[in-house]
């Protein structure tokens, strides 16, 4: 049976957000690109903050410098602090509700509200999460709420981490959502009586009802009535919902119930963060398939071979009946979470003898730009994120999970590979 083949300039392997974000910047100039994947992996597991450097100093550029001697095989040894600050930069142009901390155009650090009620160093986070804890005084009284549905609920953790780090009064209101669904005729009942409710149908519920909160108001009013009779509703400064607050229209959803409440309200952070993940893949999913980027979840890499009188790659690709393709390419990103690998990564010996076939060196094979280095002037076969880690046999799972390893890599490596891959293309 003939295989069929596709031609693409670009067959990009990982559809984490290393993968979306490089494939989403070669889409939008103009380069034909083929993202494939077995699943999301561990961009699931995004907690709503852009981490940089597992460092507790504020300046990024002498704690980077610092990073950089220690650690000279770290993906970030190839990255210059104008590297990393240019990736944020764009990507924030494209993803407005990630906020980019920055103070006289400079990258900085900024402490935000961690899922234990402390503080953590980070260059960014989702608008959504609460951040303005330097409001906190004395004369703070804030007010956490969370649902008796869930039972593993943050919110004590959180409240009592807010005490021994702040001034001010921090108290968890319990919510039932049997009640908030039945008051307002919801569908989702059913999902309580099934036990079938999740933080994601959660959060869809919030997405329907953005216009319609009311009610939400109204119960928890009563709700503060009854479990704090001897404080003063008018005189709360601060609510702290749970990240579940809505997929699509969270901002407008934190804003209506700050009209029906008539104080702030934000969400924190969790340790099932899946929602604020889903918010950031679904509106890079969107940016992909607006470029025109082809998004596939169910294929696989399963080899890799050359045609070299026309210098491209052959991605062998299959799909989950077991059927292959073969993505015709001029360029390949590897960019597989070394957490999940599945097809031609699973047995790094064959694969690094298909390699040294094909001429490319594996490991300890990438230069300055991510590139496989090869014995061909230029492999074209780039390689970003976390999949970096595959290449090196000086760096194992504890410096990937210790050091800064997260979204902020994730941006800046496939930045800076897109960059170079563009260049090339206006040199030729």
């Known amino acids: 049976m003939d295989v069929k083949k596709i031609q ?3 067959v990009v392997v990982g559809g984490g957000f290393s993968g979306m974000n490089i494939a989403r910047i070669l ?5 034909s690109c083929n993202l494939i994947s077995g699943g999301y992996g561990a961009s699931e597991f995004w907690n709503g903050t852009v981490d940089l450097l597992n460092y507790p100093g504020d300046n990024i550029e002498l704690e980077l410098a610092k990073f950089q001697v220690s650690i000279k095989d770290h993906p970030y040894a190839k990255l210059s602090l104008k ?7 764009e990507f924030n142009r494209d993803f407005t509700k990630l906020s980019i901390f920055q ?6 650090n900024r402490h935000v509200i961690t899922p234990l009620g402390t503080t953590k160093l980070c260059v960014g986070n989702w608008n959504s999460i609460f951040s303005t804890y330097k409001d906190f005084t004395l004369d703070t009284k804030c007010l956490l709420i969370e649902f008796a549905e869930f039972p593993n609920s943050t919110a004590p953790l959180v409240s ?3 005490k021994e780090t702040f001034p001010g009064q921090f108290n968890v209101l319990t919510i039932n959502l049997a009640t908030v669904f039945s008051l307002m005729n919801s569908e989702f009942t059913e999902y309580l009586e099934e036990g079938k409710l999740s933080a994601l149908n959660l959060a869809e519920f919030f997405d329907e009802k953005v216009l319609h909160l009311a009610p939400v108001a109204e119960i928890i009013k009563k ?3 009854l479990q704090f009779p001897d404080l003063k509703f008018e005189e709360l400064t601060h609510f702290l919902f749970p990240a579940v607050m809505g997929l699509e229209h969270t901002q407008t959803i934190l804003n209506n119930l700050s009209t029906f409440l008539n104080t702030e309200c934000w969400e924190f952070l969790v340790f099932t963060p899946t929602v604020l993940a889903n918010r950031l893949i679904n509106k890079m999913e969107r940016k992909l398939e607006i470029a025109g980027a082809i998004n596939d979840h169910s294929k696989i890499l399963v080899n890799l071979t050359s045609e070299e009188s ?4 052959n991605c062998h690709i299959r799909n989950s009946d077991g059927e292959i393709t073969i993505l015709n390419s001029k360029y390949v990103i590897f960019a597989t979470g070394s957490i999940f690998l599945h097809g031609f990564f699973r047995d790094q010996l064959k694969m690094a003898n298909q390699f040294l076939s094909l001429g490319l060196d594996f490991p300890e094979s990438l230069n300055p730009h991510f590139e496989i280095i090869s014995s061909h002037a230029n492999s074209n076969i780039f390689v970003v994120g976390s999949a970096i880690f595959h290449f090196s046999t000086n760096l194992g799972e504890d410096d990937e999970i210790q050091d800064g390893t997260g979204l902020g890599m994730a941006i800046a490596t496939s930045f800076k590979v897109a960059q170079e891959i563009i260049a ?3 040199t030729n």
């Open 27 to 31: 889409a939008q100039n103009g380069l």
């Open 160 to 162: 009592l981490g807010l």
């Open 424 to 426: 090339r293309e206006k």
């Open 223 to 225: 709700e503060f009535e």
């Open 310 to 313: 026309v210098h491209k790659w």
């Open 8 to 10: 693409s300039d670009v």
């Open 103 to 108: 103070e006289d155009d400079k990258l900085v």
């Open 83 to 89: 590297d990393i600050q240019n990736s944020l930069i």
